[in-house]
């Protein structure tokens, strides 16, 4: 993960020993100034560096200092597709992540002190969004960015994709049966099928509507429908394949598309062996589906490929993800979405997700 940080003078002395701190977590950093806490600067300038760098994706995240805090969070949310949060404590930095998925974090100098500061970028740079319910909302925001904001400006928010970890109590209930050891093949197949459709209603939350008219047993009425949206679903083969059946049973007309990639056990890198797309696979919203984002390294060679056979909108949809693979995908394609229902703790030596649910192609197919 690649963190911007900057301040003014105010802020200097506490952004130079939270650039220490990141770095010794082992993010990579860019000082984006100031640098002397002598020379009086203009909070704006630097809060405006830092918070494109944000926006057009050439850094993950941001991390703004001044003397309150309050000018740099004011400054960086007028930038588009930047989520500013003004925090004071770890519990505000934690929640800033989890329910507003923020982007850029203000702090001030003169009133938060060094251990309390790193504290507070440590939990808010290791926190996850949560998605869900919090999700829906966040979407407000972002429609009324569109509505407001050229497209232009929007276009560069684009370059910098979400990861969207899909919380409903009905997901997290079945992937916990699916992540059971014990769990038949054949239940485990009809679950995988249950859990990709339900996250088909946070995958399709973007799609426009347009207004049409009907007429209902008792009169004419206005209705909704998809404006002129055509989809493909893409998975990942063999294991991708389980996900399928889920996501056609909601968006039926979706077409279907095949890649076939298989994991080299020696470098643990992907091998490409089949690849077979809809003709227009550049007018669609592709979703390339695989139930496990482990490595990635097999995710970021799929985007790959559909993207030189003409794809542009590709979103990327797992049951579980890895950090490591999240973030593998991201260095490679920075504007693709990520859905997943689990991020989890990490990999193992053998590159399998921990605690994960195992081999899924295995589990889907009864093979070892």
Not at 124 to 129: A, G, I
Not at 146 to 158: D, I, N, P, T
Request: hydrophobic residues 40%; proline residues 4%.
């Amino acid at each position: 993960m690649k963190i911007a940080i900057g301040s003014d003078h105010a802020g200097f002395v506490l952004k130079e020993h939270l650039i220490g701190f990141v770095r010794s977590k082992g993010y990579q950093v860019l000082d984006m100034g100031t640098c002397s806490a002598e020379a009086r600067v203009d909070f704006p300038d630097w809060g405006i560096k830092v918070a494109e760098a944000v926006s057009r994706g050439e850094v993950d995240r941001g991390i703004l200092v001044c003397g309150s805090g309050i000018g740099m969070s004011i400054v960086a949310n007028k930038v588009p597709g930047v989520y500013a949060a003004l925090c004071r404590d770890t519990t505000e930095a934690r929640l800033s992540r989890e329910h507003n998925d923020s982007n850029v974090l203000a702090i001030g100098g003169r009133l938060v002190g060094p251990d309390l500061a790193a504290e507070m970028v440590d939990t808010w740079l290791s926190t996850q969004f949560l998605g869900g319910r919090y999700e829906a909302r966040n979407q407000k925001i972002r429609d009324y960015e569109r509505s407001v904001y050229k497209e232009e400006a929007m276009g560069q928010v684009r370059a910098n994709g979400r990861l969207v970890v899909v919380s409903h109590p009905l997901i997290q209930h079945k992937l916990g049966i699916i992540r059971d050891k014990n769990t038949s093949s054949k239940d485990f197949r009809e679950l995988v099928q249950e859990i990709a459709g339900l996250m088909v209603y946070e995958i399709t939350r973007d799609l426009s509507l347009e207004e049409i008219d009907v007429c209902t047993p008792l009169g004419p009425t206005k209705a909704f429908t998809l404006a002129g949206k055509k989809m493909a679903v893409v998975p990942v083969l063999r294991a991708g394949l389980g996900m399928v059946e889920g996501i056609l049973r909601l968006i039926p007309n979706a077409k279907v598309g095949h890649v076939g990639l298989y994991r080299d056990p020696n470098t643990l890198e992907p091998v490409e062996y089949y690849c077979k797309l809809p003709g227009d696979i550049e007018d669609r919203d592709v979703y390339i589906v695989d139930p496990m984002l482990a490595t990635g390294g097999s995710a970021a060679a799929a985007i790959d490929l559909v993207k030189r056979k003409g794809a542009k909108r590709i979103s990327l949809v797992a049951l579980i993800a890895a950090p490591e693979g999240v973030a593998r995908v991201k260095s490679s394609h920075p504007e693709v979405d990520i859905y997943t229902a689990a991020l989890d703790s990490h990999l193992n030596d053998h590159g399998y997700i921990v605690p994960g649910l195992g081999d899924a192609g295995d589990r889907l197919f009864g093979t070892r």
